[in-house]
């Protein structure tokens, strides 16, 4: 089945301690992308890739990192989590952004 | 700079009327948009793309260039329906950049 993988669905942590979020995807789309979803502000992208070793940021990437060493697999990494960071975590890939985007089951963050 | 507009957080309606979710874009090459649906704890799911001009769950939205709009209709809204809709504007630089959404609530 073509889906997205997301790991962990949930999340708890503490903050200042590494966390890492996965993301595979299994149908050799190119474009990747990472988004958090918020009350009141929709969707805000963090990071996207366009390719293996592909990566720009998008309008809220301020405290995270992303990779992109294989096709298949783009994880969220948050060096040193905040509060601020709690939210919904969305992975989403695409073969071009022209047939639109994938998206995974999603991951909740709580920092607390 | 590129934006996409949901002017609407919630439309409430009585099941069986109509339904018209506003979006507007600004943009001034040839915009390639969609729709999205997120039922209520699921993944955000591709409703609609307007360049394939496909219906779907008895949605339907057209593009029209000289209000720079793409609103999703719906002639009898469904209780089913209820769920988030985020517009997707024009892609820029493989960015795909979502409205804030609206949500959707049918009545019965």
């Known amino acids: 089945e073509a889906q997205v993988t997301q790991n962990p669905r949930y999340l708890i942590t503490v903050t200042g301690k590494k966390l890492t979020v996965t993301c595979s995807q299994n149908?050799?789309?190119?474009?990747m992308s990472w988004y958090r979803q918020d009350p009141g502000l929709g969707l805000r992208q963090i990071y996207y890739?366009?390719?293996?070793?592909?990566?720009d940021k998008g309008d809220v990437p301020e405290g995270y990192k992303v990779s992109r060493k294989e096709k298949r697999n783009f994880p969220l990494i948050l060096e040193s989590p905040s509060p601020n960071q709690t939210s919904l975590y969305f992975c989403?890939?695409?073969?071009?952004?022209?047939?639109?985007?994938?998206f995974g089951s999603g991951t909740r963050l709580t920092v607390v | 700079a590129q934006r996409v507009t949901q002017p609407e957080k919630l439309l409430s309606v009585f099941k069986g009327a109509p339904v018209e979710l506003k979006c507007n874009y600004s943009y001034s090459g040839s915009p390639e948009l969609f729709w999205y649906v997120q039922y209520s704890r699921q993944r955000l799911q591709l409703l609609l793309r307007?360049?394939s001009r496909e219906s779907i769950k008895g949605f339907t939205a057209d593009l029209n260039k000289g209000e720079t709009s793409f609103h999703l209709k719906k002639p009898f809204a469904q209780e089913e329906d209820s769920a988030m809709y985020y517009c997707a504007p024009p892609r820029y630089t493989d960015k795909l950049i979502f409205g804030t959404g609206t949500r959707l609530q049918v009545f019965p």
């Open positions: 307007h360049i």
């Open positions: 989403a890939s695409s073969v071009t952004g022209y047939y639109g985007y994938t």
């Open positions: 149908m050799n789309h190119e474009y």
């Open positions: 890739s366009m390719n293996v070793e592909v990566t």
